[in-house]
């Protein structure tokens, strides 16, 4: 077990490691990751989007779907698999979350197999959750843990929950001035305002707590987003926060879901490579300059002047997101099949994939570890040994 300095992060009366591992798709923290860093007394995220693609099986069937129905079907139930096999990894120890994300359609859907299939988490970001609470009403033992980016949001979902008598088991605070993916932020010029930084964030966060009538430690906060150093960990907390949510250091572990490739590309990127676009999904994302993303951005002014509604244009008949730029010609956001370009990257197609990624420098450098010597690194300060940059 690794002996933390830090005090634990309490969820339904377990203490874990005040680490949470953020969910990354598609296919990028499955079943191998988030049941690896549960095994070590923290929480282990599973990204629920399109995990029909870590099972041939499945992927075969996929050759004879024809609606967004049968693409639910599929990945409903890769989605129970791997929850169940994450499970049997963790062995009875740490927290195995599922991530679901809002912004797409069948959220709820994703939500009720988690909890049927036995996830005891549900993180959900990419729009405010306000809607959780009433999809776990049959699973009361699920712990919620809404991804929200500023104060603002966190007081709406909070007086909205304790309208339900329901409280988030804790709460992850996200900076879309670090973190990979899709990003909290309406529009890209707004990525670096200063009310998402942390020490403000909690901060206000506290005086919601105070206005509402809450203790502080009834609802623990876990800041998220480029966080990469024992230091990083310790000024937070220092600041009130009970834990880190951390993603890109851990795509790139041993036991990260996705091909070596995919972890190459994030290991070795350099600042210079990493840069922010605008998502099909309507948000800012973050990812690596890889061939297509260049070429993408290239004609992006183009693609976006010919824009136009047309369910025909999503090109896998998946209608995953509630909004998609491409199928509903949107015509300032996004142009591309995100899940097609998800997909390439988490099997290690460096010329067509988009491989998202998080801002700042990785704990280790280049170097592939495991994600227990992450987790130690995180919570002891020591680095493991014959570790070349």
């Known amino acids: 077990m690794i002996d933390s300095v830090f005090p634990p992060l ?15 798709g598609v296919g990028i923290s499955a079943h191998r990751l988030a049941g690896a860093v549960a095994h070590e007394n923290a929480v282990g995220t599973i990204a629920s989007v399109d995990l029909r693609h870590l099972h041939p099986d499945l992927m075969e069937e996929s050759a004879h779907v024809t609606d967004a129905a049968g693409y639910d079907r599929l990945n409903l139930i890769a989605l129970d698999r791997e929850i169940k096999q994450a499970l049997a990894i963790a062995d009875g120890k740490g927290i195995v979350s599922v991530n679901v994300m809002k912004a797409v359609d069948a959220h709820a859907k994703y939500v009720q ?50 309208k339900k008598n329901r409280l988030p ?22 990525i670096n305002h200063e009310r998402f930084d942390f020490a403000r964030v909690l901060e206000e966060t506290f005086e919601v707590f105070k206005t509402l009538g809450l203790e502080r430690e009834k609802v623990p906060l876990v800041v998220a987003g480029g966080i990469n150093s024992f230091e990083k960990v310790k000024t937070y907390v220092g600041l009130g926060a009970s834990a880190v949510q951390v993603g890109t250091a851990f795509a790139v572990t041993q036991e990260g879901d996705a091909h070596d490739n995919f972890k190459r590309v994030l290991a070795e990127a350099k600042p210079e490579d990493i840069v922010d676009f605008m998502s099909v999904a309507g948000l800012p994302a973050r990812g690596v300059m890889t061939p297509f993303l260049k070429s993408y951005l290239r004609r992006e ?7 136009k509604a047309d369910p025909a244009r ?41 491989f998202f990624r998080g801002s700042e420098t990785l704990p280790f450098g280049s170097a592939i570890r495991s994600a227990r010597e992450l987790l130690h690194y995180l919570t002891t300060g020591e680095k493991p040994a014959n570790l070349a940059y």
């Open 169 to 190: 088991d804790a709460i992850v605070i996200e900076h879309p001035r670090y973190a990979g993916g899709h990003l909290g932020a309406a529009k890209r010029d707004e």
């Open 113 to 162: 197999q988690a909890c049927e299939s036995g996830a005891q988490a549900i993180t959900m970001g990419a729009g405010l959750p306000l809607d959780l609470p009433d999809m776990v009403n049959d699973y009361p033992h699920v712990a919620l843990l809404p991804i929200l980016s500023e104060s603002r949001g966190i007081s709406i979902v909070l007086k909205r929950w304790m």
């Open 314 to 354: 999503c090109t896998q008949g998946l209608n995953c997101l509630s909004v998609c730029g491409l199928r509903d010609g949107l015509s300032k956001v996004g142009q591309f099949c995100i899940d097609l370009k998800l997909a390439a990257a988490f099997r290690g197609e460096v010329n067509k994939g988009l």
């Open 10 to 24: 309490v969820l339904r009366g377990q203490n874990l490691l005040p680490v949470v591992q953020g969910g990354m």
């Open 301 to 307: 002014d183009k693609l976006q002047a010919n824009a």
